[in-house]
């Protein structure tokens, strides 16, 4: 059974506000989780190529991974994991200058 939430939370609120369905959508890809992580670290906002060499390195375990790799990991986030993030209200991502910025503060996430 799932928590539900007030819908007049406002959006500088955590992730722990999200339902228990929202907060195991956003963490069921491994991408996303260490796509929260690079911008925890990185700050905001993020450039989409910063963070997408970020969670390329994460997954790759090397300091530098190969631009193709990197490129691939952009094209993911882009298509797939931040416009979910931002249909959750965790992330704000602009399409068109490809930059990231927080809404909620992951530091309380749990589920």
Do not use: K
Not at 11 to 22: F, I, N, S
Not at 59 to 87: F, Y
Request: no cysteine; hydrophobic share 40%.
């Amino acid at each position: 059974m799932s928590q539900t939430t007030d819908e007049s939370t406002d959006r500088d609120g955590t992730v722990a506000d999200l339902t228990a369905d929202e907060r195991y959508d956003l963490l069921a890809a491994d991408r996303r989780r260490l796509t929260l992580a690079a911008l925890s670290e990185l700050g905001a906002p993020a450039d989409l190529e910063d963070v997408a060499a970020e969670v390329a390195a994460r997954e790759s375990d090397e300091d530098s991974p190969p631009t193709a790799v990197v490129d691939r990991v952009a094209v993911s986030l882009h298509h797939v994991h931040l416009p979910r993030m931002a249909d959750l209200d965790v992330v704000d991502y602009d399409t068109v200058s490809n930059r990231i910025e927080a809404v909620r503060a992951t530091s309380t996430l749990s589920i």
